[in-house]
Nanobody, 125 residues
């Protein structure tokens, strides 16, 4: 059973930075794509960034150049470094895992198989 746990959310002013951390358990190195989603109030979750076992990545257009996803070699921790934050980045952020890169990138109709509990990010203007 894959388990995901996020940390690192909080409040920051526009232009600031935050780093989210997702602790991952029970993932065999090549079995899953790991990533981050976010959810705005009243909206569906949307893909933010994804990373595969070979460190290939995918980003939503809205965060390209500002966010960076990374992982440690054992894939026990996934990070989302968020720079130049904007008020419109305010959302609940979720760590996700699925065998499909398309799913974790948020490009499929299917939701990822595994989710974390989420961590809140608030960006004030």
């Amino acid at each position: 059973q894959v388990q995901l746990m996020e940390s690192g959310g909080g409040s920051v002013q526009a232009g600031g930075s935050l780093r989210l951390t997702c602790t991952v358990t029970e993932v065999t190195r090549t079995d899953y794509v790991l990533g981050w989603f976010r959810q705005f109030p009243g909206k569906e979750r949307e893909g933010v960034a994804a990373i595969d076992h070979d460190d290939s990545t995918h980003y939503a257009e809205s965060v390209k150049g500002r966010f960076k996803i990374s992982q440690d070699f054992g894939r026990t921790t996934v990070y989302l470094q968020m720079n130049s934050l904007k008020p419109e980045d305010t959302a609940m952020y979720y760590c996700a895992a699925d065998p499909s890169s398309t799913v974790v990138a948020g490009l499929a109709r299917t939701a990822p198989r595994y989710w974390g509990q989420g961590t809140q990010v608030i960006v004030s203007s």
